[in-house]
């Protein structure tokens, strides 16, 4: 859900998120770009409840995508995404 600079992800049966990993959300359009919007993890109860603000104009991106990433790498999607919705 988005409202304002505000998106709130909710996601059920999702599997736990693996040591040294997290899950992270990026504004995607369809030629590929994307911007990273934050990181969170998710407990065994496979549940993700996750408000984060954002300060772009959301015209210019298509879906919210969410992938899991390396704790320990820069920002840069790494192809295993888990979660896709149409913004």
Same mark, same amino acid.
């Given at each position: 859900?988005?409202? =304002?600079?505000?998106?709130?992800?909710? =996601?059920?049966?999702?599997?736990?998120?693996?040591?040294?990993?997290? *899950?992270?959300?990026?504004?995607?359009?369809?030629?590929?770009?994307?911007?990273?919007?934050?990181? %969170?993890?998710? =407990?065994?109860? =496979?549940?993700?409840?996750?408000?984060?603000? %954002?300060?772009?104009?959301?015209?210019?991106?298509? *879906?919210? !995508?969410?992938?899991?990433?390396?704790? !320990?790498?820069?920002?840069?999607?790494?192809?295993?995404?888990?979660?896709?919705?149409?913004?």
């Amino acid at each position: 859900t988005v409202v =304002g600079n505000r998106a709130d992800i909710v =996601g059920s049966e999702l599997p736990p998120t693996p040591e040294g990993q997290h *899950y992270e959300a990026w504004l995607a359009r369809n030629d590929g770009a994307m911007k990273p919007m934050g990181g %969170f993890t998710v =407990g065994d109860d =496979g549940q993700a409840k996750v408000g984060m603000e %954002f300060r772009e104009d959301l015209s210019q991106w298509e *879906y919210v !995508d969410v992938s899991v990433e390396p704790d !320990d790498s820069p920002p840069q999607h790494s192809g295993n995404s888990v979660l896709r919705a149409q913004l």
